[in-house]
């Protein structure tokens, strides 16, 4: 199983980006796909997960409202849609699979596979 995180890049303040995590190796129809962040000298936080059956999606209080989670069965590629970025959003963004869950979980020791991470940076 691979994925492969891309579409990081550098953003003015409000702007927006949009995180493209391509999988091979397992169909995300099948598994919970999330996406989590660490910036410098701090712990990998969650930010947000689609459910199994693509149907809900999970945020950290910190991007509710602002991010937007989604798929694409077709391609097997999970998005994430990033509006009215803030500095504070500044990290490596990962983004990872559980391959038995349903709802699935904050936790990143819940997750059995991860991308190589792709750098956000939001300038003030």
């Known amino acids: 199983v691979q994925l492969q995180a891309s579409g990081g890049g550098l953003v003015q303040a409000g702007g927006s980006l949009r995180l493209s995590c391509a999988v091979s190796?397992?169909?995300?129809?099948?598994?919970?796909t999330g996406w989590f962040r660490q910036a410098p000298d701090k712990e990998r936080e969650f930010v947000a997960r689609?459910?199994?059956?693509?149907?809900?999606?999970y945020y950290a209080d910190s991007v509710k409202g602002r991010f937007d989670i989604s798929r694409d069965d077709v391609k097997n590629t999970v998005y994430l849609q990033m509006d009215s970025l803030k500095p504070e959003d500044t990290a490596v963004y990962y983004c990872?699979?559980?391959?038995?869950?349903?709802?699935?979980?904050?936790?990143?020791?819940?997750?059995?596979?991860w991308g190589q991470g792709t750098q956000v940076t939001v300038s003030s």
């Open positions: 990872a699979l559980d391959q038995n869950a349903a709802a699935g979980s904050s936790r990143s020791s819940a997750y059995d596979y």
């Open positions: 190796g397992h169909s995300v129809r099948s598994a919970v």
């Open positions: 689609i459910s199994r059956n693509g149907k809900h999606g």
